[in-house]
């Protein structure tokens, strides 16, 4: 596989972006726990992978998945979800195109969960400030 074309096609779905993504995992604690996971797993991709089968979307993102792989066992623990709500979990965030398959996710997800961690630390250091 042509890294070259993987990394086009993949910045084409990073490029297209919407901020209503957010709405999706918006005080879901699983998915949260899920993406942050990911940015911290390894993924790698597949030698020798194939052109894309289509040109639509949808083909597209089918083949960029295809020709990644990242270990499931090490996610789910990372996670800490229960095994039964991992794969139900991964298909919503890989088919709403919220988690990439270089390993990082949706850049507007991203800043609202830096927002709320930031928003943690601010109400906590405000806590420690009464006592």
Not at 28 to 38: F, G, N, S
Request: aromatic share 10%; no cysteine.
């Amino acid at each position: 596989m042509d890294d070259n074309l993987f990394t086009e096609k993949l910045t084409s779905f990073k490029q297209n972006e919407k901020p209503e993504a957010v709405l999706l995992v918006a005080d879901d604690v699983p998915k949260t726990k899920l993406m942050i996971a990911w940015t911290s797993t390894e993924v790698t991709r597949v030698n020798g992978a194939s052109e894309p089968k289509g040109e639509t979307e949808n083909d597209i993102w089918q083949w960029l998945w295809k020709n990644v792989h990242y270990d499931p066992k090490n996610l789910l623990t990372k996670s800490a979800i229960s095994s039964f709500a991992f794969d139900q979990q991964m298909k919503f965030l890989i088919g709403n195109r919220l988690i990439y398959p270089d390993g990082t996710i949706h850049s507007f997800v991203q800043r609202y969960l830096r927002e709320k961690v930031l928003q943690l630390f601010s109400t906590s250091a405000k806590g420690n400030k009464k006592k």
